[in-house]
């Protein structure tokens, strides 16, 4: 007898190429170490939720993201691409989707955020089944790194300050109006600015099962290491980069090659 769908959970992504990816980091940190960090992140966030309980997928906001993406997550993983719109109605498309697809519940998680548990996540999926509409786990910054629902919520996405110190306050204000049920998990930091990296290398020395790649990622960047490139091969797997260097090479390729066909088309025109 089936089981049934698995709840779905949703990784909200780009692929961390340098100059596209944590560009907030800057000028503390260069672009490539800000997408060496971009990696060992989205390696840490879905091995985490790598659980037989859950639907594991990835979400890029570009189509040429889907390659180097997929070389980087679990085989199992599928890698689509975002709709278009803000990213309210991005993520509002992407829980009516998994909901479609007949999945029971939603969580969508940001790629930033490496200290995600599965327990977390669970977490979400618990308050939903006990009446809760939405669930979230608020971030440091005035915003969100976690939101659930089991149905349509299309109001907590509507009329938001994205990228704003007011998208909690504004989201709780929306969910009141609109007489959802809104429950609050305790924090999870995402990975924005320079003092998350230190914060990060800070705890590289406290016992954690979560973050392992980041934390060694961010101590060896932190330190300001003139090998940290091995180091966070060393931590990432260089078998990893070899694959995703391909994909980005194929991409950066296809990308030209559609750029000279555009220009040649004009000439001829």
Known sequence: MSAGPRPAVIVFCRAPVPGRTKTRLSPAYPPEQAAALGVAMLLDVT?????????????????????PVAALVPPDCAVAVQSDGDLGQR????????LGDGHPAVALVGSDCPEVTVDLVGAAFTALKDDADLV??????????LIA?????????????????????????AAAAADLRMVEL?????????????????????PS?????????????????RDWHSQVESANHPSLYSRFDE?????????RARRAERHSRSCRA
């Open 47 to 67: 091995a985490a939720l790598s659980s037989g309980e859950l639907e594991l997928s990835a979400a890029v906001a570009r189509a040429e993201d889907r390659g």
């Open 91 to 98: 993520m509002r498309n992407a829980i009516r989707r998994g």
């Open 136 to 145: 979230i786990s608020p971030s440091g910054d005035g915003g969100y790194s």
């Open 149 to 173: 629902a089991a149905s349509d919520i299309g109001p907590v996405f509507e009329g938001i300050a994205w990228s704003t110190a007011r998208v909690i306050d504004m989201t709780r204000a």
């Open 186 to 206: 305790g924090p999870l930091n995402d990975v924005d600015r320079a003092e998350d990296v230190a914060r990060l290398a800070g705890d590289s020395l406290r």
């Open 209 to 225: 099962a979560a973050a392992v790649r980041t934390r060694a990622v961010a101590t060896a960047l932190a330190a300001r290491d």
């Open 247 to 255: 994909e980005v090479a194929c991409r950066s390729t296809s990308t």
